[in-house]
Structure formats: structure tokens, C-alpha cells
């Protein structure tokens, strides 16, 4: 695993094109082989063994079309934003992807939620949170772009109690990302030393 270091966030939207590509191209491929299987089972349900197994699968599962189309566009876009701004993107999504499903796992409604937004609320959060936490020049353009295009969909999507939505799922999810913003801010602020390792 890479240390969290100055020197490593450079631009590298080049390398991971191919990287972003896929991963949206194994989310569409899902949504594919759900058509004829039932991979929706498989989602995330709080507090319950069986459901723990969405900690990892949630991003990947849709419920329809229309719901695999609205989570793919700012998916990218945020994606592209990401790895366009530090080089441990990858590690990024993880984490915020991991933190995220547990938070909701623990927090959750009973329910089974699936969708890539909780990992597009999770951007949505650490590039903001980023820009404030970093006071990079970079880092403060991003997120002041990510709130004027985002900043609706995010207050919008975190409305409690609304039906068939996911709203704590996107609220955990934005939580997932400042935290996972807020660690490796602090991260860069001690140096271009090892830095902690993860």
C-alpha cells in the first residue's frame, strides 16, 4: 500500500481512464446478469450476516435502468475528477466504498440497498472536504466545482424518510468521504515522510 505523501498527488487521470473505465464497465455487466439472476440478494442489509456481503457489492447492484443511468454520469465525472487531482485514487474509492457500507451496515434501515450512490455521495464528500481540509489550490478548485454542480443533488439525496431512496445511504456515504478527506489531510499535513500507511 502507498503512504499518503505530497509527492504522490499529482495528476494521473491518464493512468486511471482505464482504471474508471472498467470499474463502470463491471457495474454495467451486473446490471446485465441481474436481469436474469437475482444478484439484487445479494445487496446490503443492515445488522445482518447474510446482508454484510453488500458492504462490497452495493456499488454494483441496480434496481433498473433508470437507476443504473442516474448513479453512472456523476460516477464518472466524479471519478475523473478524483484521478485527475492525486494518484492514490483507487486506494480513495476503497476506502470511502468500505467505510461507507459498514456506517451503513451498523446505521442502515432494514432494508436491501443497492446503488453506486452511496460511493457518488462518498466523492461528493471527500472532494469537498478535501478542498477544505488540504488548502490546496487544486483541491479548493474541486470541490468549489463539485458544490456548485453537486451541491442540489447533495442536500436533495440526504432528505430523511423518503420513499424507495437510500437517503441514509447517501448521508453515511458523504460522511464516509469527509472522514476518509479529514485522515489523509492529516496525513499530508505531517510531511513528505512515510506517513501513514494503509
Not at 472498467?22 to 439484487?40: A, C, N
Amino acid at each position: 500500500m502507498r503512504s499518503f505523501t505530497g509527492a504522490e498527488h499529482v495528476h494521473s487521470l491518464r493512468r486511471d481512464l482505464t482504471g474508471i473505465a472498467l470499474f463502470v464497465g463491471v457495474i454495467w455487466l451486473v446490471f446485465f446478469i441481474d436481469r436474469f439472476l437475482p444478484l439484487e440478494n445479494f445487496g446490503l442489509i443492515p445488522r445482518s450476516l447474510k446482508g454484510l456481503a453488500g458492504v462490497i457489492t452495493l456499488p454494483f447492484l441496480h434496481a433498473n435502468l433508470g437507476h443504473i443511468m442516474g448513479n453512472t454520469i456523476p460516477l464518472v465525472a466524479l471519478l475523473c475528477l478524483l484521478a485527475g487531482s492525486r494518484a492514490n485514487s483507487i486506494d480513495i474509492v476503497v476506502l470511502i466504498s468500505v467505510l461507507a457500507g459498514v456506517l451503513l451496515w451498523l446505521f442502515g434501515r432494514d432494508a436491501i440497498h443497492i446503488g453506486a450512490s452511496v460511493l457518488v455521495f462518498g466523492l461528493i464528500g471527500f472532494l469537498v472536504c478535501a478542498g477544505f481540509f488540504e488548502k490546496r489550490l487544486l483541491s479548493a478548485l474541486i470541490a468549489i466545482g463539485v458544490a456548485v454542480v453537486y451541491g442540489s443533488t447533495l442536500l436533495s439525496g440526504v432528505i430523511p424518510f423518503q420513499r424507495g431512496v437510500s437517503w441514509e445511504g447517501h448521508l453515511l456515504g458523504a460522511v464516509a468521504g469527509g472522514a476518509i478527506a479529514y485522515y489523509i489531510a492529516g496525513d499530508l499535513a505531517r510531511g513528505t515522510g512515510p506517513g501513514t500507511r494503509i
